[in-house]
Nanobody, 126 residues
């Protein structure tokens, strides 16, 4: 098991920035790709961003490309999602997840991820 804990969510205004953290205990997440997904009420969970286990490859959903950045701090066993220019439609519960498979490029499909955190709420007001 790779317990994952998200933090950094909160209530912000449109146009603000926010940084989410995904901290892993136990086996280092540097062995795994780590992705961020989000889910808002009445909608399915959707892919947001992923970083490969090497850190060399990142992928983003079109809706966040150019606004969000995913990066990892290996010594801290933490992956971050920095979100700029937040929009009301970014409001959701954000989950981080780890994928043991070392696919290239890393997967954008939630059903291919093995470990999940409990989520952190991000609310963007207009």
């Amino acid at each position: 098991q790779v317990p994952l804990v998200e933090s950094g969510g909160g209530l912000v205004q449109a146009g603000d920035s926010l940084r989410l953290s995904c901290a892993a205990s136990g086996r280092t997440p540097s062995f795994y790709a780590v992705g961020w997904f989000r889910q808002s009420p009445g909608k399915e969970r959707e892919f947001v961003a992923v970083i490969s286990w090497t850190g060399g490859t990142t992928r983003y959903a079109d809706s966040v490309k150019g606004r969000f950045t995913i990066f990892r701090d290996v010594p801290k066993n933490t992956v971050y999602l920095h979100m700029n220019s937040l929009k009301t439609e970014d409001t959701a519960i954000y989950y981080c997840a780890a994928d043991r498979a070392r696919t290239v490029p890393p997967s954008v499909y939630s059903n291919e991820y093995d470990y999940w955190g409990q989520g952190t709420q991000v609310t963007v007001s207009s």
